[in-house]
């Protein structure tokens, strides 16, 4: 049985598409840079110094030395020593990249105070349908480091430095490997701390009964799950099972299943060649006619359209 971060982490596998990508960056005040990608998730670290964090129409929030903020629909916005600071367009800072780095290293500003950050991105798909866990998020997460950041979240934070810092041998595999884990734990620590505000699905998959179905379904996509066998695996009745999944995940159990399914079928597309019989079975459909009514049904294309489309 896989775990809650298994889980998370499947999710976030589903949807990614390239590389997570990862960055040290150095400002001098005064010191501004703007960023905008959409498709991807992005993170910031506050290593020393001060950040002004301000998302576009937004107020601006400060950021102190061990702060982490998730950005996880690419909004645009802009960091600076002072908010009054004109932002450099991150993509001009891009073409100063070494050829052959194994990480970008960012340098620029003035001549006044240094603040040192660890910035990432992890490229998300946006094709529909998406994960409610991922539609769900806020624009904004926010951690404080005078709050207490979770020990392995702090863990993962100091190991991807020191590779971004001090790279060697084999960094780029290491660091791709630990900014997969860091968003997992960004998303499990932010909604320890926002129950309230946390995504339905990532409360439910904390649930220590509804999280045992959920598992379940990510375990065995493929396996023929009906509502009654979800609520035994979850320990409910059937009826009592239905009603509270759907209260907490937003929709019906079965409906859920699908909707899992797609996004696999569609990360099956992405990264691979193998035939459209062979994605069907691996998501639970007998037939590759089957499959494909349903995929196009849910995303309003072709399968076959689909792979061609994200190649």
């Known amino acids: 049985m896989v775990s809650f971060v298994d889980a998370l982490s499947e999710v976030l596998a589903a949807g990614q598409v390239g590389r997570p990508v990862a960055a040290r960056t150095i400002g001098r005040a005064p010191w501004g840079l703007r960023q905008r990608v959409p498709g991807a998730a992005l993170f910031h670290v506050i290593m020393r110094g001060t950040a002004w964090l301000t998302v576009d129409g937004g107020a601006p929030l400060r950021l102190d030395p061990g702060d982490v903020v998730l950005l996880p629909h690419g909004t645009s916005h802009a960091l600076g020593d002072d908010p009054a600071t004109p932002p450099v367009e991150l993509g001009s800072l891009a073409e100063r990249h070494q050829p052959g780095e194994a990480f970008a290293v960012v340098e620029f500003g003035g001549e006044g105070a240094q603040t040192n950050m660890l910035c990432g991105a992890y490229l998300l798909t946006r094709a529909a349908p998406q994960h409610p866990m991922l539609s769900a ?38 660091a791709t490997s630990l900014v997969d884990a860091l968003f997992a734990y960004l998303l499990r620590t932010w909604c320890a701390a926002h129950p309230d505000a946390c995504p339905p699905w990532l409360s439910a998959l904390a649930d220590p009964v509804l999280g045992r179905a959920l598992v379940a379904v990510h375990a ?50 992405r990264s691979g060649t193998a035939p459209l019989e062979a994605v069907a079975r691996d998501i639970g459909y007998e037939s590759a006619f089957a499959f494909s009514k349903a995929f196009k049904r849910h995303t309003g294309v072709s399968p076959a359209r689909y792979r061609e489309a994200v190649r």
């Open 137 to 174: 998020l806020p624009t904004v997460l926010h951690l404080p480091a005078s709050r207490g950041v979770d020990t392995q979240l702090r863990a993962l934070v100091d190991l991807l430095a020191t590779e971004v810092e001090r790279p060697g041998p084999g960094s780029a595999t290491i």
């Open 220 to 269: 065995e996509p493929a396996a023929p799950w009906s509502v009654g066998q979800l609520a035994s695996v979850a320990g409910l009745s059937r009826a009592a099972f239905s009603r509270r999944f759907t209260a907490q995940v937003g929709l019906p159990p079965l409906t859920y299943l699908t909707q899992w399914r797609m996004v696999r079928a569609q990360q099956l597309l």
